[in-house]
């Protein structure tokens, strides 16, 4: 295999099967900073999503004759969802330990970036952000992962089904509902509602059209 024509993730993954180790270096390099989004998103933690993403590669390495096709990317963020919650659940089963959500930084990168702007309002959009980081927050956890994973990560609907293991009604229905929260949330502030607003019209206006293929 020449590694040097950007080959497929199906072709890497033969590749890999054949035994060259080299082939899963590319599907790392590939997703890594992927994989590594999802559990930063879901556990407020740098140092364990990175641990969740050694996990998550090593897991999958050892596991590949598991894959059956289809979506590798939504396939390997799924290894990532299940031991990212598995890390979560544990933490907030012990009161010491557990996560203050509401005040967690969220590390958030939002998909759409902001034109250049003057100091002031560069400082009124950060206020802006954290309160809709908040918000995201308070959601019940199906609905804050599926909220993140649509219209922070930007996945379609089909991945965000395989990531999180349930169908695709589900998903809409839990998309549906968390943006329905996050307007109830943010109303009472007009200037966050309007940040939330603007925010929920630029991700209306993708998931049903994005592509569930290899990035």
Known sequence: MNVHLDPSDDALIQAVRSGELAAF???????????????????????????????????AYTSLDDYRGGSFRAWLLRI???????????????????????????????????????????????????????GLAMLPEDQRITVILSDVEGFSYEEIAAITGVSLGTVKSRLSRGRARLRAILAA???????????????????????????
């Not at 364990?48 to 998550?56: F, G, H, V, W």
């Not at 012990?94 to 759409?112: E, I």
């Open 80 to 134: 990532a969802h299940n031991r990212a919650l598995d890390v979560l659940r544990s933490m907030q089963r012990r009161p010491a330990t557990s996560l203050d959500l509401a005040g967690s930084d969220f590390g958030v990168r939002w998909s759409v970036e902001p034109a250049p702007v003057s100091p002031v309002e560069h400082a009124t959009r950060d206020e802006l952000w954290r309160r809709l980081e908040a």
């Open 25 to 59: 270096n590319l599907l790392v390099e590939r997703y890594q900073r992927s994989v590594y989004a999802v559990a930063l998103r879901l556990l407020h933690d740098r140092y364990l999503a990175e641990d969740i993403t050694q996990e998550t590669f090593l897991r």
């Open 189 to 215: 502030d007009e200037s966050s509602r309007e940040l939330l607003e603007g925010f929920l019209r630029q991700a209306n206006d993708g998931p049903s059209e994005r592509s569930s293929g290899s990035e």
